[in-house]
């Protein structure tokens, strides 16, 4: 037996066993879901799909669930989550367009405006932003920007009179938006740059023959013909936006609360929870039987969100395969 | 040259946000520095963290519980990624079959870490996991153990491992292969013998990635491994007893140490910060050098490796 195994394998029993290692990474997503959902069940089942719909209190929905540790009542399960998906949305809306257009912008300036000397500041200075660890951003978050903007911007008038309705603490919409902003924009340069140097240079080379300035010729030819890229880039960072946990955590003000528009630039100063950092907020209540069913129901929500992102990418990458001259 | 104002713009706008990023990973770095060079004792790095985190202690039980976790996650990572790269590229039959397995990896790839935190929980808070993490007497198995986290930051180290080493061998020409199978040799043995060592680079670009991912990760470290800034071991038996034990790593140490957490010393937290960033920086650093020491054709794939 020893020496079956000793003596070079033959091709047949090779490609079975790497491929059985591979499908083990295919086994491990569908458990992944399997588990998750089997332990979401309960809030499902309690709620049906109606919790992802706002008008209950939410904070006092959680404490009822904290409360209660042993075989709940069914009525401890109510729960409406809206505040937490709108957090979600809106500060991944708010990053993706404004680092899309920031992306955009570097990109160009990056492949196509920027001199050789000033290009080879700017890749390593990209890469940094991407690589600094989440925590460290919240840190600095935290720190830094909260403290200045609850001291600088948030005026004593603004927290006065909307001091009834939710303490304005500098953390919230504007730090959080902020901040993941330059989390996910070098994600998106990096993909388009990439996009932008695969294509063929006489297409632009031709848009500048026939009269455009430079400029006008990237944006007439070469962004046009990157759209799948962009759309790729943008749903690559959208993923990333509403995956962020922990920086949401320390910046976003620790109150569940739906800023509104109609405060005036003090909705950009108001709290607010997301889907994953409030996975986050209540991680020690995920023993308890209501609470922890609620929290892996977020999980789930989000493990959705990040397939069809991932699909949907997929799906838009397609047609960028002809533009590329590798893989 | 007559250019439209509107065109003038942007170029205005494009050199403004190249130069503003600049500024900004430069200030990050800079402050981070400034911070943590007036915080960072050598005595910080090798003294264990006391109780009370105002006073005194330091964070090698966080700096410890990192490198336990980087090693378990890269130990896990690395034959799962090449086993399911040689076999996507040299074999992959049935092909529908090698399309789920690539689109299972990207799915791993695009999870959020807090949901692949949240599935570690799901696992190994079953009973059949028990002896892999701390139980408390009751029977309550708590799902909290260097070894469970460890697991999962294998699972964050894999696509980035994945893609390199697929990259790389779908590089490789076919004439080496052709110029092997020639001499005799069986596929899994040009495998063994030719390829792998020829995308040696490639392997150590996708594994420095990989660690980078790992260091940087708290939301897992959050939910897997406790909130206990010392290292618990879990029984008596040496070794396994820490790798069952509970503890943290630089990246919750630097959370708790905030105040979104405990708060105590934020001197801490951004001492721990400094050290940490440091480490992703070395680490950027060397995927650097191993690429320019293999050359890619392609001149901004540096970039793209980050995704």
């Known amino acids: 037996m020893i020496e079956r195994l000793r003596k070079p394998w033959p091709d047949h029993r090779a490609e079975r066993l790497l491929g059985a290692v591979s499908l083990l990474i295919t086994a491990g997503v569908v458990a992944m879901v399997v588990f998750v959902a089997s332990r979401a069940w309960p809030l499902f089942e309690h709620n049906g799909v109606s919790w992802v719909f706002g008008g209950g209190d939410f904070e006092a929905e959680v404490n009822r669930m904290t409360a209660a540790t042993t075989n709940p009542a069914a009525a401890v399960f109510h729960l409406r989550a809206w505040p937490l998906i709108y957090g979600t949305l809106i500060t991944s809306a708010i990053a993706v367009v404004l680092?899309?257009?920031?992306?955009?912008?570097?990109?160009?300036?990056?492949?196509?405006?920027?001199?050789?000397?000033?290009?080879?500041?700017?890749?390593?200075?990209?890469?940094?932003?991407?690589?600094?660890?989440?925590?460290?951003?919240?840190?600095?978050?935290?720190?830094?920007?909260?403290?200045?903007?609850?001291n600088n911007l948030v005026t004593t008038h603004e927290k006065v009179s909307l001091q009834s309705t939710v303490q304005l603490t500098g953390g919230?919409?504007?730090?959080?938006?902020?901040?993941?902003?330059?989390?996910?924009?070098?994600?998106?340069?990096?993909?388009?740059?990439?996009?932008?140097?695969?294509?063929p240079p006489s297409w632009r080379e031709g848009a500048v023959a026939l009269g455009l300035n430079p400029l006008r010729a990237v944006r007439a030819v070469t962004?046009?013909?990157?759209?799948?890229?962009?759309?790729?880039?943008?749903?690559?960072?959208?993923?990333?936006?509403?995956?962020?946990?922990?920086?949401?955590?320390?910046?976003?003000?620790?109150?569940?609360?739906?800023?509104?528009?109609?405060?005036?630039?003090?909705?950009?100063?108001?709290?607010?929870?997301?889907?994953?950092?409030?996975?986050?907020?209540?991680?020690?209540?995920l023993n308890s039987p209501a609470l922890g069913a609620a929290v892996y129901g977020f999980a789930l929500l989000l493990l959705f969100s990040a397939f069809a992102l991932s699909i949907t990418g997929y799906l838009v990458k397609l047609p960028l395969r002809k533009y590329q001259t590798r893989g | 040259?007559?250019?439209?104002?509107?065109?003038?713009?942007?170029?205005?706008?494009?050199?403004?946000?190249?130069?503003?990023?600049?500024?900004?990973?430069?200030?990050?770095?800079?402050?981070?520095?400034?911070?943590?060079?007036?915080?960072?004792?050598?005595g910080l790095i090798f003294s264990r963290p006391s109780a009370d985190q105002a006073g005194s202690g330091g964070f090698l039980d966080p700096l410890l519980g990192t490198i336990i976790l980087t090693v378990i996650g890269i130990v896990l990572a690395i034959p799962l990624a090449l086993s399911s790269a040689v076999w996507i590229t040299e074999y992959g039959r049935p092909s529908w079959l090698a399309r789920v397995v690539e689109s299972s990896i990207e799915i791993v790839a695009g999870t959020p870490d807090i949901v692949i935190a949240i599935f570690g929980l799901a696992i190994f808070q079953?009973?059949?996991?028990?002896?892999?993490?701390?139980?408390?007497?009751?029977?309550?198995?708590?799902?909290?153990?260097?070894?469970?986290?460890?697991?999962?930051?294998?699972?964050l180290a894999l696509p980035p491992i994945y893609t390199a080493t697929r990259d790389g061998l779908q590089a490789v020409p076919g004439h080496q292969r052709e110029a092997a199978f020639a001499l005799g040799k069986t596929r899994i043995t040009t495998i063994r013998r030719v390829l792998l060592p020829s995308v040696r680079s490639n392997i150590a670009t996708g594994a420095t990635l990989g660690i980078s991912r790992i260091i940087g990760s708290t939301a897992i470290v959050l939910l897997l491994l406790g909130s206990t800034l010392r290292i618990e071991a879990q029984g008596s038996f040496p070794g396994?007893?820490?790798?069952?034990?509970?503890?943290?790593?630089?990246?919750?140490?630097?959370?708790?140490?905030?105040?979104?957490?405990?708060?105590?010393?934020?001197?801490?937290?951004?001492?721990?910060?400094?050290?940490?960033?440091?480490?992703?920086?070395?680490?950027?650093?060397?995927?650097?050098?191993?690429?320019?020491?293999?050359?890619?054709?392609?001149?901004?794939?540096?970039?793209?490796a980050v995704v």
């Not at chain 2, 439209?4 to 990023?21: E, N, P, Y």
């Open chain 2, 1 to 42: 040259m007559s250019w439209r104002w509107g065109d003038r713009l942007v170029l205005v706008a494009a050199w403004t946000v190249g130069i503003s990023l600049c500024v900004i990973a430069a200030a990050i770095v800079l402050y981070m520095g400034y911070r943590g060079i007036e915080y960072l004792r050598p």
């Open chain 2, 240 to 304: 396994i007893n820490v790798l069952r034990g509970t503890g943290s790593s630089l990246t919750s140490y630097i959370y708790e140490n905030s105040p979104a957490g405990e708060g105590g010393a934020p001197q801490k937290a951004y001492a721990a910060a400094f050290l940490l960033l440091i480490f992703v920086l070395l680490l950027n650093l060397l995927v650097d050098r191993i690429g320019r020491a293999h050359a890619d054709s392609s001149g901004l794939a540096p970039i793209g």
């Open chain 2, 126 to 155: 079953t009973s059949l996991f028990a002896p892999f993490s701390f139980t408390a007497e009751g029977g309550g198995v708590y799902g909290n153990s260097f070894i469970a986290a460890g697991a999962m930051m294998s699972l």
């Open chain 1, 172 to 199: 919230g919409l504007g730090v959080t938006a902020v901040i993941l902003t330059i989390m996910i924009t070098p994600i998106m340069i990096a993909l388009i740059c990439e996009a932008l140097s695969s294509v």
């Open chain 1, 223 to 285: 962004l046009k013909a990157i759209r799948p890229a962009i759309v790729a880039a943008a749903v690559l960072a959208t993923a990333r936006a509403i995956g962020e946990a922990v920086m949401i955590q320390m910046v976003s003000g620790g109150k569940t609360f739906i800023p509104r528009p109609g405060d005036g630039v003090a909705f950009f100063f108001e709290p607010l929870r997301t889907l994953a950092s409030a996975i986050v907020d209540y991680r020690d209540g």
């Open chain 1, 99 to 150: 680092g899309l257009t920031i992306a955009v912008l570097s990109s160009v300036f990056i492949v196509e405006l920027a001199p050789a000397r000033v290009r080879r500041i700017v890749i390593p200075m990209v890469r940094l932003l991407a690589s600094v660890p989440s925590v460290i951003y919240g840190l600095i978050g935290i720190l830094v920007l909260v403290p200045f903007v609850s």
